[in-house]
């Protein structure tokens, strides 16, 4: 029963902040985002065809109708068609939304793990040199920025000029080999630049957990380094780690890709989020923050889920 | 495999509509600097869609591939058109048997015949605003009850006295007036021939798949490449090197010998790839995924031995090809004419004062700078509008006007009273990127130089190119940073942006108004190009400079590399997509 009101409870919060968040992208998006009526006219324009274009693209209807109709849209999940291209919203997301998700997924995947390992163990050996060599190259790598180690990994991966081992550029993808050749690089960029960042987060969060008094009472007692970092630490931790995964996920998926998709050519949501921006294709900035805005309110629904399974205590305060 | 199982699902969802051509496939790869919004030949309004619309679909008449200066030639028309006496009627004869790709929107999923209603479907839907349609300038005004048949509901059905399909393959057009440019409109993607069936059965979703009869068939297309096969059904002409304009004397090296008497298209595979990041262009080129860039300015150091005229480096010439292509347009700085305070003005002395201003900021200007800064010195500084790749450009008309005299222009300024105190505050305006500001500190830098003050001179700069053409074209910049691409080869299309009545919104960005320059430009225009076109066409140059209306201008030069491998002679200016039907890759005779 309690369960059952704290999910209604976080349920009307979820569509309140759903609600919050399309009336303020609605109104950045319409109000100060670009108008595409000069980007339609040909050459020597009339007023009456300046005019023409403007209805066409409901510029001329009131800002509340043109909310309501958006709102419409969100419940019917239809935003129509692309003003760019004329291509669906709908197919345009089905089309892109999995080339994204097949490009970051193994980046995001390995640079969340590989930085709670070596967070982990900088963490176990705080002070030593391992410790400053880890946090050292955390550094570096925040440090540099996601364009330059891109256009380094493909001189160095993808050109006569380096090893010449995989493509600078495509998505040809109809078999895992295929898959594999050309996600290579992006996923290698992607964990170059996140790696440093999760790394120093994660260390942070263990060495927290190290100091408490649970951890010295397990070493006390002898357990192994194995038993104390993955079943005290990590568990402890869980909650701020998954709060920080959860909630990257949404920001990855959309946007995150933007770079990768722009320099290895390939066709995702980012790229295509991105030139709905620069253009003012409504439509599909439309569906793009109602997705985003959507998968934040999931995750928000999956972290509070979650922070009962890993720590009960979440759930009896 | 259970595990595997969401992977091999998401792969198959996201895999490439475009991928696996056979093994024996001929496919050719070209790299594009910007990506088409459309593909529906009524909103091919860039270069970019320009050059796929015209693979497929047919146009009426193209440019000859190798002919300099460029000539036109039929397409899908049998011939050239049949003029009257009087320049006011063309009839055009199509070529018999030229069919539609197959597409569900035809009856029985099979693609009919191209037929002269068409053609005039084609043309009446760039007035049709359900169309969003954008090249109705090139036909407004011209076409005899055009503009009435738009006026009474744009209803198809509805016979327009001037357009019409005499019989199924033949096409008669009446104009209200000699327009001598209009068969090069008849070459614009704008023209490209659509089948009714297929807008009406896709309407706005054209514009992300084709329905034509060009040489080419889409397989696919989204921001990143667009991906075409060879369309079997495409008319079986043999390439004819003499009647394309060969010239044995400047394209021997190019090897096209080879083509003579085949078919084209010459490849299975057409693939573009829309890469606007230099680094990346340059990255996919040398990583061998593209056959095809021009060459980013930023790689200029390491790729050319010598700037004038551009010639690769040993190491790049054994593998490539390079070509240099001086642009038919330029670049321009507009006054806002219309803004008294330093354009047209009622007042005759305050107008002198305003001119002599302008020409203040003109002798200011420094084009070499300018040209060796951001147009890696290869660039062509002329003065006026006329590019040089006009035959009624003049190579000394009036030098005087692009070379920088500060001291004239600090002359200029006190003798018409003007000081740090009293000059307007400059608003220069440009679409927001890095290469725009640094070209806005530079011009500052320029005007320093004459003694206007920095903060008097303050930069606009607008998130979209729309947004900047509706400030400019509400009279809010007063300095408009502007490039014309010509549309056609001839120069009148340069000349009318100037002309009075083409004032802004239209092209006449600087709302330009010299009655002079008008009545002229309404004798010249309609006339067939002759010395009396150009003599009139030389005046009104002369016009624009007397009274500094424009701070210009430069042509760019553009360098192309390409495989040696690819037989080609690439164009980015009238010939355009055109040439890529002739692209001929060396692998096939292997």
Not at chain 2, 371 to 384: A, C, D, E, L, T
């Amino acid at each position: 029963m309690n369960g059952a009101r704290s999910l209604a409870r976080a349920t009307a919060h979820a569509l309140a902040l759903l609600l919050g968040v399309t009336l303020v992208s609605f109104l950045l998006m319409v109000h100060f985002g670009p108008d595409r009526t000069w980007g339609l006219l040909g050459k020597n324009p009339s007023q009456a065809q300046i005019d023409e274009v403007r209805a066409d693209l409901g510029y001329d209807q009131p800002l509340p109708a043109q909310y309501v109709r958006f709102l419409g849209e969100l419940v019917t999940l239809d935003f129509g068609l692309s003003d760019k291209t004329g291509e669906s919203v709908r197919q345009l997301m089905a089309r892109t939304l999995p080339v994204t998700l097949a490009l970051v997924l193994p980046g995001f995947t390995l640079g969340n793990v590989l930085g709670v390992l070596l967070g982990m163990l900088a963490a176990w050996r705080r002070d030593s040199v391992l410790d400053r060599l880890i946090l050292g190259g955390s550094v570096a790598g925040m440090s540099l920025s996601f364009l330059v180690i891109i256009i380094a990994l493909q001189i160095l991966l993808c050109t006569p000029w380096g090893l010449d081992l995989f493509p600078a550029r495509g998505w040809r993808v109809d078999s895992l080999g295929s898959y594999l050749w050309y996600v290579t690089v992006p996923t290698l960029s992607l964990v170059a630049v996140t790696l440093g960042y999760n790394t120093r987060f994660f260390r942070a969060v263990a060495v927290g957990e190290l100091g408490r008094d649970h951890i010295r009472t397990a070493r006390a007692y002898g357990a192994s380094t194995g038993a104390i970092l993955f079943r005290h630490v990590l568990r402890n931790g869980a909650v701020a780690m998954l709060t920080r995964v959860l909630f990257s996920l949404p920001l990855v998926v959309v946007s995150g890709s933007l770079l990768l998709e722009t320099y290895f050519g390939i066709p995702g949501i980012g790229r295509a989020t991105f030139d709905a921006i620069t253009s003012g294709d409504q439509p599909v900035l439309k569906a793009v923050v109602s997705l985003t805005a959507v998968m934040f309110v999931l995750v928000q629904l999956f972290a509070d889920a979650s922070y009962r399974w890993v720590d009960p205590r979440v759930g009896r305060r | 495999m259970t595990r595997l199982l969401p992977l091999l699902l998401l792969l198959t969802a996201c895999s490439d509509p475009g991928a696996g051509p056979s093994d024996d496939a001929v496919t050719y790869v070209h790299a594009m600097d910007g990506a088409p919004a459309s593909l529906d030949p009524a909103q091919a309004s860039s270069v970019y869609a320009s050059f796929l619309v015209v693979n497929l679909y047919d146009t009426l008449y193209r440019y000859k591939y190798l002919a300099r200066p460029y000539e036109l030639t039929p397409n899908l028309a049998a011939a050239m058109p049949e003029v009257s006496a009087d320049g006011l009627t063309l009839t055009i004869r199509l070529k018999p048997g030229v069919r539609y790709i197959d597409d569900p929107a035809f009856a029985g999923g099979r693609g009919r015949e191209v037929t002269a209603a068409d053609v005039v479907y084609s043309l009446l839907r760039h007035f049709d605003p359900a169309s969003r349609a954008q090249g109705a300038w090139l036909w407004q005004g011209r076409i005899e009850g055009i503009d009435e048949w738009k006026a009474a509901g744009a209803d198809y059905d509805n016979p327009v006295a001037g357009l019409q399909a005499l019989d199924t393959h033949t096409v008669q057009i009446r104009l209200t007036r000699p327009y001598p440019q209009f068969v090069h409109t008849l070459a614009q993607a704008y023209s490209a021939v659509v089948p009714r069936e297929a807008v009406e059965r896709y309407g706005r979703e054209l514009g992300s798949r084709a329905v034509g009869s060009g040489p080419f068939m889409l397989r696919s297309f989204d921001s990143a490449r667009a991906v075409m096969d060879r369309n079997p059904a495409f008319r079986r002409e043999p390439f004819d090197l003499a009647r394309e304009g060969y010239d044995a004397g400047s394209q021997s090296q190019y090897e096209l010998e080879t083509l003579e008497g085949r078919a084209p298209p010459f490849v299975d595979r057409l693939e573009v790839e829309f890469i606007a990041e230099d680094a990346a262009r340059w990255n996919a080129f040398r990583g061998g995924q593209v056959d095809f860039i021009k060459v980013p300015a930023a790689q200029f150091d390491q790729v050319l031995a010598q700037r004038e005229p551009p010639r690769a480096t040993p190491e790049l010439a054994a593998e490539y090809h390079l070509s240099a292509e001086r642009e038919s347009g330029f670049v321009y700085t507009n006054f806002d004419m219309s803004n008294p305070a330093i354009g047209h003005h009622p007042d005759p002395e305050r107008a002198q004062r305003n001119r002599a201003l302008r020409c203040a900021i003109v002798n200011g200007f420094d084009w070499e700078a300018r040209n060796n800064r951001f147009y890696s010195g290869i660039g062509k500084v002329f003065p006026g509008v006329i590019p040089p790749t006009t035959p009624e450009y003049v190579e000394d008309a009036g030098s005087d006007y692009i070379q920088r005299d500060v001291e004239a222009a600090r002359t200029l300024l006190s003798e018409h009273g003007w000081n740090a105190d009293n000059l307007p505050v400059l608003e220069y305006g440009y679409p927001a990127s890095v290469t725009e500001q640094q070209m806005f500190e530079q011009f500052r830098s320029f005007m320093a130089d004459i003694g206007y003050p920095r903060e008097r001179i303050r930069p606009l700069s607008f998130a979209t190119f729309g947004d900047y053409f509706g400030a400019y074209s509400r009279g809010e910049v007063m300095l408009i940073t502007s490039s014309w691409t010509m549309d056609y080869p001839d120069a009148e299309n340069v000349m009318q942006l100037f002309y009075g009545p083409n004032a802004a919104p239209g092209s006449n960005s600087a709302s330009y108004h010299n009655p002079q320059y008008d009545a002229l430009y309404d004798r010249a225009a309609p006339m067939a190009p002759s010395p009396q076109r150009t003599a009139s066409f030389q005046a009104m140059n002369r016009m624009i400079m007397d009274d500094c209306a424009s701070i210009t201008g430069l042509a760019r030069t553009l360098v192309f590399m390409w495989n040696r491998d690819a037989r080609m002679l690439p164009d980015r200016s009238f010939t355009g997509g055109f040439f890529l039907r002739f692209v001929d890759k060396a692998g096939r005779d292997g």
